[in-house]
């Protein structure tokens, strides 16, 4: 069986497993890492949103081949060590999660929507597309908008 | 703690009958109080539902430890509802113990009592207990320091999880709790503190374990390990109910890290290395499949019987003018993010389970027996759940995995694909409601409720499951009294079908509600009154009047918005609670509504924590948002149409509100219900919104389907 290494939150691992096996079943199955949550299996919940090299991925429709020698970034790589990151912290202040399964892969929705737009409009908050079953999607955007805030304080940008 | 926890119903030593709270013999101060499953102390509540009966036998266990952990084993499943939240912060109140030093873990499934989750009845039935066991564990610690310490006890406090004495010595609970675990006798109160001085009951709230779930480290059923169980699927038939003639599995069987492949009632299992490999080899099996019993059965079909079985009206009030309605509402998925997943290691002579189950005593049982196993050698280690909305009142997955670990002979950890859950998985049941109110010179003199349900006719589990489906007892839809419209009837029909149904988040207020919420919008209408002032003057309770003021103020009812806009109002009474639900909607392209606003108001009696309530409210505008307007299951030849969120169109945040406040109306009346009470005022507020912003009378749900 070939063998795939790649950077998952910070630490290397090398794993033997079929190049078409999803990095989902990689990460849960074979590496124990269970923030990532399956929810549907063909990338439409997107409970087990992740990121490869900082960008928002789908881990359920991800081939483990296409992450070799790449950064994998799981709800789990989020936080400095005990200082969780802005966007986990605004969850937590505006305690946002339910149920709590769809909420790794929000964060994490969240956090890439952030990267792309420090400055996010309602409109493209609402383009993200996970899925909440219990309905939290008030307090995500209460969340969102106060991260937003937080990390643009905290990271003025520096005009000329 | 363990050998106590084994027979929690019988206590060796028993004291202080007086409050029901019970000494269990231990090394650390260990107390049990019955959990009584009597919930009509709420006003004006109906009975919990068809879970909550049973014995009143069961005991809520408070241990303290010597890590000076407050640890309260629950007898109830947290999905999401918050439930260990709010008995943490009871536990707090009472014991005046910090709120981070109360773990609340799910107890295991228990032999003797009421351990179902149902019925919007948890913090009811545990408000007092669980009160009542702090208060006394806090005066046996408070009565060990004072021995300790030789001091008055009237003369200590208590605060953060510790014993204070005026000359400043401090205590923490755990090193007292050897010494209280002695105490018969204690010098100090143990009856819980008035409402008046609650400083933590009421207190808005986040979540005890909100930490955990934003640092992935919550753990669900399929993110446990345990030892050798492995990944397992099942391939299942296209239709409901189908069955496997044959199948050729060589190409399966022939790939890695296959270990096993097996029939079962529901098709044939897949035991596997990872769950990658369980599909591959599931999709590799060549099954030849018979058809289930209802592949002549499309939606149409199954609407014109649902038709055909609702009784009959009567005949309308002579010289009244009639307001009438009909209503249709499909199949809703309960779709929980989590799908089913469970974990069974059956061994020859006992077996042990891992799954989120609101009703764990029956799931054993009902596992025993599927098993050939006597009850007392299956533990049922109850886990916390990815949502439920009713989905895991049955244990459809976790009987399976039993049965596939048997025949196995090894533990499997099995998971419903969301596809399966869809397909096979349980639904609320479609149904058809006609309404006619009768009025006359300006009033509603009569109003009937003749409402048709699909009924689960057989079991597939071989356990009768459809009795967890529908209400035991209750009200008929239109039973409720909530306006004063003179005379009322109704009465129910159903329609026999060999399909997976489930009680969903409110049952069946959520359609018989909805739908007369929306006819009450038309008799306002046909008497030439506005909607919130036709329910202001016909409502009989001033709880229920109120909540709908709180909104109608609160929302700006009547204020003006763009053409295609509008709002909606609807009121709800159930579970000793009431509720009102604003909405307002975009309708400008009608095809493509979108709710923009959402305004709620709650009198639930005395509310544990605001912010959870403020939560479910929430969750319950997203239930009415999508069940009115978007999501459903078709039928087609036997078939579920639908298979995953790709075409389950439940709200995304786009279709969510950009706004949405929720009131929580002052009171000091004992605890209602509030997990499901949201669902029909928000569902008809959502409806009713339509209909005003474009004009049409909103008849089948959901809208675009």
Same mark, same amino acid.
């Given at each position: 069986?070939?063998?795939?290494?790649?950077?998952?939150?910070?630490?290397?691992?090398?794993?033997?497993?079929?190049?078409?096996?999803?990095?989902?079943?990689?990460?849960?199955?074979?590496?124990?890492?269970?923030?990532?949550?399956?929810?549907?299996?063909?990338?439409?919940?997107?409970?087990?949103?992740?990121?490869?090299?900082?960008?928002?991925?789908?881990?359920?429709?991800?081939?483990?081949?296409?992450?070799?020698?790449?950064?994998?970034?799981?709800?789990?790589?989020?936080?400095?060590?005990?200082?969780?990151?802005?966007?986990?912290?605004?969850?937590?202040?505006?305690?946002?999660?339910?149920?709590?399964?769809?909420?790794?892969?929000?964060?994490?929705?969240?956090?890439?929507?952030?990267?792309?737009?420090?400055?996010?409009?309602?409109?493209?908050?609402?383009?993200?597309?996970?899925?909440?079953?219990?309905?939290?999607?008030?307090?995500?955007?209460?969340?969102?908008?106060?991260?937003?805030?937080?990390?643009?304080?905290?990271?003025?940008?520096?005009?000329? | 703690?363990?050998?106590?926890?084994?027979?929690?119903?019988?206590?060796?030593?028993?004291?202080?009958?007086?409050?029901?709270?019970?000494?269990?013999?231990?090394?650390?101060?260990?107390?049990?109080?019955?959990?009584?499953?009597?919930?009509?102390?709420?006003?004006?509540?109906?009975?919990?539902?068809?879970?909550?009966?049973?014995?009143?036998?069961?005991?809520? =266990?408070?241990?303290?430890?010597?890590?000076?952990?407050?640890?309260?084993?629950?007898?109830?499943?947290?999905?999401?509802?918050? =439930?260990?939240?709010?008995?943490?912060?009871?536990?707090?109140?009472?014991?005046?113990?910090?709120?981070?030093?109360?773990?609340?873990?799910?107890?295991?499934?228990?032999?003797?009592?009421?351990?179902?989750?149902?019925?919007?009845?948890?913090?009811?039935?545990?408000?007092?207990?669980?009160?009542?066991?702090?208060?006394?564990?806090?005066?046996?610690?408070?009565?060990?320091?004072?021995?300790?310490?030789?001091?008055?006890?009237?003369?200590?406090?208590?605060?953060?999880?510790?014993?204070?004495?005026?000359?400043?010595?401090?205590?923490?609970?755990?090193?007292?709790?050897?010494?209280?675990?002695?105490?018969?006798?204690?010098?100090?109160?143990?009856?819980?503190?008035?409402?008046?001085?609650?400083?933590?009951?009421?207190?808005?709230?986040?979540?005890?374990?909100?930490?955990?779930?934003?640092?992935?480290?919550?753990?669900?059923?399929?993110?446990?390990?345990?030892?050798?169980?492995?990944?397992?699927?099942?391939?299942?038939?296209?239709?409901?109910?189908?069955?496997?003639?044959?199948?050729?599995?060589?190409?399966?069987?022939?790939?890695?890290?296959?270990?096993?492949?097996?029939?079962?009632?529901?098709?044939?299992?897949?035991?596997?290395?990872?769950?990658?490999?369980?599909?591959?080899?599931?999709?590799?099996?060549?099954?030849?499949?018979?058809?289930?019993?209802?592949?002549?059965?499309?939606?149409?079909?199954?609407?014109?019987?649902?038709?055909?079985?609702?009784?009959?009206?009567?005949?309308?009030?002579?010289?009244?003018?009639?307001?009438?309605?009909?209503?249709?509402?499909?199949?809703?998925?309960?779709?929980?993010?989590?799908?089913?997943?469970?974990?069974?290691?059956?061994?020859?002579?006992?077996?042990?389970?891992?799954?989120?189950?609101?009703?764990?005593?029956?799931?054993?049982?009902?596992?025993?027996?599927?098993?050939?196993?006597?009850?007392?050698?299956?533990?049922?280690?109850?886990?916390?759940?990815?949502?439920?909305?009713?989905?895991?009142?049955?244990?459809?997955?976790?009987?399976?995995?039993?049965?596939?670990?048997?025949?196995?002979?090894?533990?499997?950890?099995?998971?419903?694909?969301?596809?399966?859950?869809?397909?096979?998985?349980?639904?609320?049941?479609?149904?058809?409601?006609?309404?006619?109110?009768?009025?006359?010179?300006?009033?509603?003199?009569?109003?009937?409720?003749?409402?048709?349900?699909?009924?689960?006719?057989?079991?597939?589990?071989?356990?009768?499951?459809?009795?967890?489906?529908?209400?035991?007892?209750?009200?008929?839809?239109?039973?409720?009294?909530?306006?004063?419209?003179?005379?009322?009837?109704?009465?129910?029909?159903?329609?026999?079908?060999?399909?997976?149904?489930?009680?969903?988040?409110?049952?069946?207020?959520?359609?018989?509600?909805?739908?007369?919420?929306?006819?009450?919008?038309?008799?306002?209408?046909?008497?030439?009154?506005?909607?919130?002032?036709?329910?202001?003057?016909?409502?009989?309770?001033?709880?229920?009047?109120?909540?709908?003021?709180?909104?109608?103020?609160?929302?700006?009812?009547?204020?003006?918005?763009?053409?295609?806009?509008?709002?909606?109002?609807?009121?709800?009474?159930?579970?000793?609670?009431?509720?009102?639900?604003?909405?307002?909607?975009?309708?400008?392209?009608?095809?493509?509504?979108?709710?923009?606003?959402?305004?709620?108001?709650?009198?639930?009696?005395?509310?544990?924590?605001?912010?959870?309530?403020?939560?479910?409210?929430?969750?319950?505008?997203?239930?009415?948002?999508?069940?009115?307007?978007?999501?459903?299951?078709?039928?087609?030849?036997?078939? =579920?149409?639908?298979?995953?969120?790709?075409?389950?169109?439940?709200?995304?945040?786009?279709?969510?509100?950009?706004?949405?406040?929720?009131?929580?109306?002052?009171?000091?009346?004992?605890?209602?219900?509030?997990?499901?009470?949201?669902?029909?005022?928000?569902?008809?507020?959502?409806?009713?919104?339509?209909?005003?912003?474009?004009?049409?009378?909103?008849?089948?749900?959901?809208?675009?389907?």
């Amino acid at each position: 069986m070939p063998s795939y290494s790649f950077t998952l939150n910070g630490e290397k691992v090398t794993v033997e497993a079929p190049a078409d096996m999803p990095l989902l079943w990689v990460l849960r199955d074979l590496l124990h890492v269970t923030g990532p949550k399956y929810g549907c299996g063909v990338g439409v919940c997107r409970a087990c949103t992740s990121h490869l090299d900082g960008d928002e991925i789908q881990p359920c429709v991800v081939r483990v081949e296409d992450c070799a020698g790449r950064k994998v970034t799981t709800i789990e790589g989020l936080a400095d060590g005990d200082t969780l990151h802005p966007v986990q912290q605004a969850w937590l202040e505006r305690d946002v999660a339910q149920c709590g399964f769809c909420q790794p892969g929000q964060i994490m929705a969240a956090v890439a929507l952030l990267k792309r737009t420090p400055r996010p409009t309602d409109a493209d908050i609402d383009g993200i597309e996970n899925v909440c079953r219990c309905g939290t999607y008030s307090r995500i955007r209460e969340a969102i908008e106060k991260a937003a805030a937080e990390i643009n304080t905290a990271t003025p940008k520096i005009t000329p | 703690m363990d050998r106590i926890e084994s027979s929690p119903s019988e206590p060796r030593a028993v004291s202080r009958r007086r409050f029901m709270v019970y000494s269990l013999s231990a090394a650390t101060l260990t107390v049990a109080a019955p959990l009584a499953c009597d919930t009509s102390r709420a006003q004006g509540s109906e009975p919990a539902g068809a879970v909550a009966t049973g014995d009143d036998d069961e005991m809520l =266990v408070l241990e303290v430890t010597k890590a000076n952990r407050v640890v309260v084993r629950l007898p109830r499943v947290e999905v999401g509802q918050g =439930v260990t939240t709010a008995v943490a912060m009871m536990i707090a109140e009472e014991l005046d113990a910090r709120l981070a030093d109360v773990d609340i873990p799910l107890a295991d499934a228990r032999t003797k009592g009421n351990q179902s989750t149902g019925g919007s009845s948890s913090v009811r039935s545990l408000y007092d207990p669980a009160r009542r066991l702090a208060a006394t564990a806090r005066a046996r610690l408070v009565t060990a320091a004072a021995h300790r310490w030789h001091l008055p006890a009237r003369t200590l406090h208590t605060r953060d999880t510790m014993v204070l004495a005026p000359d400043g010595r401090k205590a923490s609970f755990g090193s007292l709790s050897a010494d209280a675990a002695r105490i018969r006798r204690t010098e100090v109160s143990a009856r819980p503190r008035p409402a008046a001085r609650h400083k933590v009951i009421g207190r808005p709230t986040n979540r005890i374990d909100a930490r955990d779930i934003v640092t992935g480290k919550a753990k669900f059923t399929g993110d446990l390990t345990v030892a050798g169980a492995k990944p397992t699927v099942v391939a299942r038939p296209p239709t409901l109910g189908g069955r496997v003639v044959s199948v050729d599995d060589r190409a399966a069987r022939a790939l890695p890290g296959v270990h096993a492949v097996l029939r079962v009632p529901g098709g044939i299992a897949v035991v596997a290395e990872s769950f990658h490999h369980a599909f591959t080899a599931r999709d590799a099996l060549k099954i030849k499949w018979a058809p289930g019993p209802m592949s002549s059965l499309s939606d149409a079909g199954i609407r014109s019987r649902l038709r055909a079985a609702l009784p009959a009206l009567g005949s309308p009030p002579r010289g009244s003018t009639q307001v009438e309605g009909e209503f249709e509402f499909a199949f809703v998925s309960h779709a929980p993010m989590e799908v089913l997943t469970a974990i069974a290691d059956v061994r020859a002579h006992r077996a042990e389970l891992w799954f989120s189950t609101q009703t764990p005593m029956e799931a054993r049982d009902t596992i025993a027996s599927a098993v050939g196993l006597p009850a007392s050698a299956v533990t049922v280690h109850v886990i916390r759940g990815g949502g439920s909305f009713g989905r895991r009142l049955t244990f459809d997955a976790a009987i399976e995995a039993a049965l596939i670990s048997k025949a196995a002979g090894r533990p499997v950890k099995l998971m419903w694909s969301r596809n399966d859950d869809t397909r096979h998985g349980r639904m609320r049941p479609a149904s058809h409601h006609r309404i006619r109110a009768s009025h006359q010179n300006g009033r509603v003199i009569a109003f009937a409720h003749a409402m048709a349900s699909v009924n689960e006719s057989s079991g597939k589990s071989g356990v009768d499951q459809a009795s967890f489906v529908r209400r035991a007892s209750g009200p008929a839809p239109s039973d409720s009294g909530l306006y004063n419209f003179g005379r009322l009837s109704g009465d129910s029909g159903g329609v026999d079908l060999p399909i997976p149904l489930g009680a969903w988040r409110s049952v069946d207020a959520g359609t018989a509600r909805t739908a007369e919420e929306i006819l009450v919008d038309e008799i306002a209408a046909s008497l030439g009154e506005d909607a919130v002032a036709f329910r202001r003057t016909t409502l009989r309770s001033t709880s229920v009047r109120a909540v709908l003021d709180k909104v109608a103020l609160a929302g700006g009812w009547g204020r003006a918005l763009p053409a295609g806009h509008g709002q909606g109002v609807a009121v709800h009474e159930e579970y000793g609670s009431r509720v009102a639900c604003l909405a307002e909607i975009d309708a400008t392209d009608p095809r493509r509504p979108r709710v923009t606003r959402v305004v709620m108001a709650a009198d639930v009696g005395t509310v544990i924590n605001p912010r959870g309530l403020e939560a479910q409210l929430m969750g319950t505008a997203i239930d009415g948002i999508s069940t009115v307007l978007s999501a459903g299951l078709h039928i087609d030849r036997g078939a =579920v149409r639908e298979g995953s969120f790709a075409d389950f169109h439940w709200a995304r945040q786009r279709h969510a509100p950009l706004h949405f406040e929720a009131h929580v109306m002052p009171s000091t009346a004992d605890p209602g219900g509030a997990g499901e009470l949201g669902v029909p005022a928000a569902s008809g507020a959502v409806a009713n919104a339509y209909a005003r912003a474009t004009g049409t009378k909103p008849r089948r749900f959901p809208l675009s389907f």
